[in-house]
């Protein structure tokens, strides 16, 4: 059975860090593109950031940059969201998602995980 599972979300005070799993199984994550969306409450999914099967990142959304990295270890079959200098806006369910590119609607998705980044 082909599914994602994340872990590691909860409630941080902004300016923290926090680290996010995504764990694969019933496929092998290093062949496939991982992305990590987004949707806070009262707004549509966005996209973040996504990690081709090449190892090379593009971000969906530039509030991101330089405070959130993506990455995967492939002994693990897990891949891994970084989030640094968290803001409030960050608040959202964050979901893993899987497919053979980088893309919007990718084909596997996560069940999704809260971070609330809150004072």
Known sequence: QVQLVESGGGLVQ?????????A???????????GWFRQAP????EGV???????RTTYYTDSVKGRFTISR???KNTAYL???SLKPEDTAVYYCA??????????????????TVSS
């Open 14 to 22: 902004p300016g923290v860090s926090m680290i996010l799993s995504c």
């Open 82 to 84: 970084q989030m640094n």
């Open 49 to 55: 950031l996504c990690l081709s099967s090449s190892d």
């Open 24 to 34: 694969a199984s019933g496929f092998t994550l290093d062949y496939y593109a991982i």
């Open 98 to 115: 899987a497919d053979r590119i980088c893309n919007w609607s990718p084909t596997t998705w996560g069940q999704g995980t809260q971070v």
């Open 42 to 45: 009262g707004k549509e999914r």
């Open 73 to 75: 270890d492939n002994t």
